[in-house]
C-alpha cells in the first residue's frame, strides 16, 4: 500500500509518504503557523517521490487533531482535496497518539509506565490522553486545567511520562516524584505510517464528506446530516 500523510495540528507542518510500510519521502517544516503556504508544496513533493517511483496513493492518512484550528483546517482540507482528486479513503490518526509512537519509538518505556502527550490549549490548560506502552487509550482525551493536583491518582501508581508542546509549561507544576518529563516530542507525518497502516488493513476509514478535526466533532454532532451534505 501506498500512503501519504498529513500533519499540521502544532507549529509543525509535515509530509510523509510510506510504502508498504517503508518511508519513501519525508518533509517538515518548524517555523511557525504558515502551513497554507507551506503544505501544498510539501504534498507536490511527495507525489513526484510516488511519480518517480511509478506509484500512486492507495489512501490519505491525515491528523485529526487536538491542535491548532487553522492547521487542522488546512491539513484536513488538502487530505479531502486527495482523496476526491485520486478517489482514494481518508484515514485519521489522532495527533496525539502521533506523538506517543515517537516516544514509543524512542524510548521503549516499561509496561508499568503511561505516556501523556499535551497539547497546549494557552494558559495552563492542555488537550491530554493516557496510553499504556501498549498504544491502549486508558481515558478520554479532554481539556485540562493544570494544578497541583492533576493526575495525582495516576501518578501515585504510575510512572508517567509527559511531552508534547503543553508539558513544558507543567513541569512547575507537575512536581510528584513519578512525573518525568520528556522534551523536543512533535507530531510528525513520519510516525504517522504504522498507525495508517494499521487503520488502512482494518478499512477503518473516514467518510470523506462528513469528517471534520477534533474541535468540530461535538458541533458536528448537533447538526443533522442532510445539513452537512447542503
Not at 509535515?14 to 517503508?22: L, M, P, R, Y
Not at 497539547?119 to 478520554?140: C, G, S, W
Amino acid at each position: 500500500m501506498t500512503i501519504i500523510h498529513i500533519e499540521t495540528s502544532t507549529n509543525v507542518c509535515s509530509v510523509a509518504a510510506s510504502h508498504n510500510g517503508k518511508c519513501i519521502f519525508e518533509t517538515a517544516n518548524r517555523d511557525g503557523l504558515n502551513h497554507a503556504a507551506m503544505l501544498s508544496p510539501f504534498v507536490q513533493q511527495a507525489l513526484d517521490e510516488l511519480n518517480k517511483l511509478n506509484l500512486k496513493p492507495d489512501a490519505i492518512a491525515v491528523s485529526s487533531g487536538p491542535g491548532s484550528y487553522t492547521g487542522l483546517r488546512i491539513g484536513v482540507s488538502t487530505a479531502k482535496g486527495l482523496c476526491y482528486g485520486f478517489n482514494v479513503p481518508m484515514i485519521s490518526i489522532s495527533t496525539l497518539e502521533i506523538m506517543v509512537m515517537e516516544v514509543l519509538n524512542s524510548l521503549k518505556p516499561e509496561a508499568d509506565t503511561l505516556l501523556c502527550p499535551m497539547i497546549d490549549a494557552r494558559r495552563m490548560e492542555v488537550y491530554t490522553v493516557f496510553y499504556n506502552p501498549a498504544l491502549e487509550i486508558k481515558n478520554e482525551i479532554s481539556a485540562e486545567i493544570i494544578n497541583n493536583d492533576s493526575f495525582i491518582d495516576i501518578l501515585e501508581k504510575y510512572t508517567v511520562y509527559f511531552f508534547g508542546n503543553g508539558a513544558d509549561k507543567c513541569k512547575s507544576v507537575l512536581t510528584h516524584p513519578n512525573a518525568n518529563f520528556i522534551t523536543s516530542i512533535e507530531p510528525l507525518a513520519v510516525n504517522m505510517i504504522q498507525l495508517a497502516e494499521r487503520k488502512f488493513k482494518n478499512k477503518d476509514f473516514e467518510d470523506v464528506a462528513y469528517f471534520v478535526p477534533f474541535y468540530l466533532k461535538e458541533f458536528q454532532a448537533t447538526i443533522p446530516k442532510n445539513l452537512l451534505k447542503e
